[in-house]
């Protein structure tokens, strides 16, 4: 059966003889819910069907949530990268919602029970705390937009790189200790020789110059140049 066919409804058998065979009695369409299942004294279990993982699918379990702690979300299960990425990503997210997952392979009706409910605690990492205090701790005013895309935001390394490049191109080739010493990056040997941007060139032992790059680079990044410094200026840096 190919994906676009699927239908919800194709769900429904495989789910049912899957909780039947742990003992459970099963019924479709009891109130809002796609399926109930009751086991003796138990709290119900609820699935609800979607024919592929979307956020209206998660919003209904999440509103299931209100009756049973126990609640699935179940979706085909079909071949490809794409689909295993789905379900690694789409678990992390069932795991953080409390909510189990459910795929089915549909040429066989077999069902995998991929989580169960079970509630959330998330471990924060004292590393990457400390690393994203770091970085707001160095870097300079506020120079990027909230929501913007990865790629080309302005970051502590790359505003220290801009203050090592602004030393270099007002003093032409510079020894490093001096260029740390001006710009205020302690680090700026390790930076320039690192050459992340390949902006720098060394010239001599321990003196460091501007590449191409590093000429383009200071008329490509002159306004924000201009602020970093006016920044730095203003709060003493």
Not at 20 to 25: D, I, R, W
Request: hydrophobic share 40%; proline share 4%; net charge positive.
């Amino acid at each position: 059966m190919a994906a676009n066919a699927l239908k919800e409804t194709d769900l429904y058998a495989p789910i049912k003889q899957f909780l039947e065979g742990q003992g459970y009695e099963v019924k479709s369409e009891v109130g809002a819910a796609d399926v109930v299942a009751m086991r003796g004294e138990e709290d119900p279990v609820i699935v609800e069907l979607k024919a592929r993982f979307s956020l209206s699918l998660f919003h209904q379990a999440v509103e299931r949530q209100a009756v049973t702690d126990a609640v699935y979300v179940a979706v085909p299960r079909i071949t490809g990268k794409a689909f295993q990425k789905a379900v690694r990503n789409n678990r992390a997210l069932c795991r953080r919602l409390g909510l189990g997952l459910l795929t089915v392979r549909m040429k066989d009706g077999v069902v995998d029970a991929i989580l169960d409910p079970a509630p959330y605690k998330p471990r924060q990492s004292k590393r990457k705390q400390t690393r994203l205090l770091r970085e707001f701790t160095r870097l300079v005013g506020d120079p990027n937009t909230g929501g913007s895309t990865r790629r080309g935001l302005m970051t502590a390394y790359r505003q220290d790189a801009l203050r090592c490049l602004n030393v270099v191109s007002e003093n032409g080739p510079t020894k490093a200790a001096l260029v740390a010493a001006a710009s205020g990056v302690p680090n700026a040997r390790r930076l320039m020789a690192d050459n992340h941007y390949g902006w720098f060139e060394r010239t001599a032992k321990g003196i460091y110059g501007l590449s191409p790059k590093g000429e383009s680079a200071r008329r490509e990044y002159s306004s924000e140049l201009k602020t970093l410094l006016s920044t730095m200026k203003k709060g003493g840096s």
